[in-house]
């Protein structure tokens, strides 16, 4: 029975799939989101079976919390899945200053303190799995897609650095790179005025 750490639970969201995929496998799940309220309805037929947190991943602080949380209630974390993420559209030139780094802070500087604070749980155990959301945005980029493409990029290359970096202590990296899926946390993308964001976390 293994122990699943999922970020971004966002109700509709790749989040809540990776988690009923586990459970249904008969393992256990800790599901972050930032409403924690949104998911009590949902958790409750799974019993002990599911922990839900509140978390915002980009509070360093809140991170290494909930993963301490997780910790002491399940004995250890077996598959982490960075999939809290922002989506955003508009230009290069045009982008605002702040949603330029709260689109990173999300989308890369999140995973890595996530990663960061997993990590030497699995390190000690000599297993684990790390599973990175990164999207096709980050191997072809496309016009209005810059700065969500750069931090997927980013992470791209931050998870093959890690691979390598941790496969002798028993942990792997797996980089998930879907196209356009049409979730309900982005099915309403098309429709949204440029230089507008959309969050699951």
Sequence with gaps: ?????????????????????????GDRVVVTVRRPAELREWAEPY??????????????????AAVKAAED???????????????WFGSVEGAPDETIRRT????????????????????????????NMSSVAGLVTAQGFGYYSAAKFAVE?????????????GVRVL?????????????GFQDQPVNETLTCR
């Design 1 to 25: 029975m293994k122990v699943w750490f999922i970020t971004g639970g966002t109700p509709g969201g790749f989040g809540l799939v990776y988690a009923e995929a586990a459970l249904d496998q």
């Design 104 to 131: 990173f802070d999300l989308n890369l500087f999140a995973v890595v303190d996530v990663v960061r604070a997993v990590l030497p749980g699995m390190r000690a155990r000599g297993s684990g799995w790390i599973v």
């Design 73 to 87: 209630r399940y004995g250890g974390i077996d598959v982490l899945v960075n999939n809290a993420g922002r989506g």
């Design 175 to 187: 980089v998930v790179e879907p196209g356009a899926t049409r979730t309900k946390a982005f099915a």
């Design 157 to 169: 290359g931050l998870s093959e650095a890690l691979r390598l970096e941790v496969e002798p202590f």
């Design 47 to 64: 019993g002990d079976r599911v922990l839900v947190l509140e978390l915002d991943v980009t509070d360093a602080q809140q991170v290494r």
